[in-house]
């Protein structure tokens, strides 16, 4: 009989290691103004889970939970994660306003996470567990200026700022500052999310005639400024930042966003990586249809995820993000990615240009400012 018992036993362990997880929360717009950028990331995700399933012989877990495009629901949604699902790691979030938020929660609770898409510098600044698989805003702010001074021959702009965003307030002040450095001028205009009417600043814009209108914010506003801007008689170009690469950009914008140029961090055609072609292969074959940057970078942050659990060769968070911080050249859709100590990510930035209704490559560029 005791011998019996000791093979139950032995039997019973087997069969709860076999069954342990690895949980990882996604916490993502999935409802709300920008619920096309988390569907997108979760897009990515869902294909990266697909592509690996298990880590340290344990089988993943994701759980997706949507922050309704909050900033009090984003800090709401991270702490469900910690709290109630007991979640080792965090992808998310996607608008840096929500992972300010939410970004606070694990750093408090000592839980990484990994936004696959916020840009603003104060998202990881000061933090030990908060990282993303992205560039960041003094990045891409000076790309622009660079591309639209030297490539578009643009000399004066228009700064429209969502001032209820983080991550436009910022981009905003990196690229005015990059501009005036080339010798471009720039004057200022605002605007708060779920604005409709613009028409005060662009009859404002209007009178001053500058070569480019800079929209820094997300696809709703940026649409809506385009369309109005072309209504009322504006001839000259659309920049503007990653905030612009939906679909409803398109969708919402017609005609009047053709030639806008924004950053962004991917483009298919630009694919340089094997893994990131095996991800074009799998994307257009489940959704028919090409994947965006903010799919890519979904897909990116749960690998680079799972790579740092493999080499910590744990599941302590702690350990994990150590890891996420020593990645260096990880392969992914949007190619190599190396995080820094400071939890930012190093990699070119991508200008795409809408041309006949579709999202082109237009470069890639390393600003030199």
Same mark, same amino acid.
């Given at each position: 009989?005791?011998?019996?018992?000791?093979?139950?036993?032995?039997?019973?362990?087997?069969?709860?290691?076999?069954?342990?997880?690895?949980?990882?929360?996604?916490?993502?717009?999935?409802?709300?103004?920008?619920?096309?950028?988390?569907?997108?990331?979760?897009?990515?995700?869902?294909?990266?889970?697909?592509?690996?399933?298990?880590?340290?012989?344990?089988?993943?877990?994701?759980?997706?939970?949507?922050?309704?495009?909050?900033?009090?629901?984003?800090?709401?949604?991270?702490?469900?994660?910690?709290?109630?699902?007991? @979640?080792?790691?965090?992808?998310?979030?996607?608008?840096?306003?929500?992972?300010?938020?939410?970004?606070?929660?694990?750093?408090?609770?000592?839980?990484?996470?990994?936004?696959?898409?916020?840009?603003?510098?104060?998202?990881?600044?000061?933090?030990?567990? @908060?990282?993303?698989?992205?560039?960041?805003?003094?990045?891409?702010?000076?790309?622009?200026?660079?591309?639209?001074?030297?490539?578009?021959?643009?000399?004066?702009?228009?700064?429209?700022?969502?001032?209820?965003?983080?991550?436009?307030?910022?981009?905003?002040?990196?690229?005015?500052?990059?501009?005036?450095?080339?010798?471009?001028?720039?004057?200022?205009?605002?605007?708060?999310?779920?604005?409709?009417?613009?028409?005060?600043?662009?009859?404002?814009?209007?009178?001053?005639?500058?070569?480019?209108?800079?929209?820094?914010?997300?696809?709703?506003?940026?649409?809506?400024?385009?369309?109005?801007?072309?209504?009322?008689?504006?001839?000259?170009?659309?920049?503007?930042?990653?905030?612009?690469?939906?679909?409803?950009?398109?969708?919402?914008?017609?005609?009047?966003?053709?030639?806008?140029?924004?950053?962004?961090?991917?483009?298919?055609?630009?694919?340089?990586?094997?893994?990131?072609?095996?991800?074009?292969?799998?994307?257009?074959?489940?959704?028919?249809?090409?994947?965006?940057?903010?799919?890519?970078?979904?897909?990116?942050?749960?690998?680079?995820?799972?790579?740092?659990?493999?080499?910590?060769?744990?599941?302590?968070?702690?350990?994990?993000?150590?890891?996420?911080?020593?990645?260096?050249?990880?392969?992914?859709?949007?190619?190599?990615?190396?995080?820094?100590?400071?939890?930012?990510?190093?990699?070119?930035?991508?200008?795409?240009?809408?041309?006949?209704?579709?999202?082109?490559?237009?470069?890639?560029?390393?600003?030199?400012?």
């Amino acid at each position: 009989m005791r011998k019996f018992l000791v093979v139950l036993l032995a039997l019973l362990a087997v069969v709860c290691f076999s069954t342990k997880v690895v949980k990882i929360a996604a916490v993502l717009p999935m409802t709300g103004n920008i619920a096309a950028f988390g569907q997108m990331a979760w897009q990515g995700i869902e294909i990266a889970h697909e592509m690996k399933t298990q880590v340290l012989g344990m089988p993943v877990e994701l759980v997706l939970l949507d922050n309704r495009s909050d900033k009090v629901e984003a800090a709401n949604a991270v702490s469900r994660a910690i709290d109630f699902e007991k @979640v080792v790691a965090i992808i998310g979030e996607i608008a840096s306003s929500h992972s300010l938020a939410g970004g606070a929660i694990a750093e408090k609770k000592g839980i990484p996470m990994i936004s696959p898409t916020s840009t603003n510098p104060l998202v990881t600044q000061g933090k030990k567990y @908060v990282n993303r698989a992205c560039f960041i805003d003094p990045y891409q702010g000076a790309a622009m200026a660079e591309f639209a001074y030297k490539n578009l021959g643009v000399r004066s702009v228009a700064v429209f700022t969502d001032i209820e965003q983080d991550y436009s307030v910022g981009l905003s002040t990196f690229f005015r500052a990059a501009m005036k450095k080339l010798g471009g001028r720039v004057f200022n205009e605002f605007y708060r999310t779920g604005d409709q009417d613009f028409t005060a600043q662009l009859t404002d814009v209007l009178n001053k005639n500058p070569d480019a209108i800079y929209i820094t914010g997300y696809y709703p506003e940026i649409a809506l400024i385009c369309r109005q801007a072309r209504d009322l008689g504006y001839k000259g170009m659309f920049l503007a930042g990653d905030g612009a690469d939906a679909p409803e950009t398109i969708k919402i914008g017609g005609e009047a966003v053709e030639g806008l140029h924004f950053t962004t961090h991917y483009h298919p055609d630009g694919t340089t990586t094997e893994i990131g072609q095996e991800f074009v292969k799998r994307f257009r074959e489940k959704y028919g249809t090409n994947p965006s940057a903010f799919a890519a970078l979904g897909f990116d942050a749960y690998l680079i995820l799972l790579d740092a659990i493999e080499r910590a060769g744990s599941t302590d968070p702690d350990a994990i993000a150590k890891a996420i911080r020593e990645t260096k050249d990880f392969e992914g859709a949007s190619g190599k990615t190396t995080i820094g100590p400071d939890g930012n990510a190093m990699k070119p930035v991508v200008i795409d240009v809408v041309k006949d209704g579709k999202f082109e490559y237009a470069g890639s560029i390393i600003p030199q400012l």
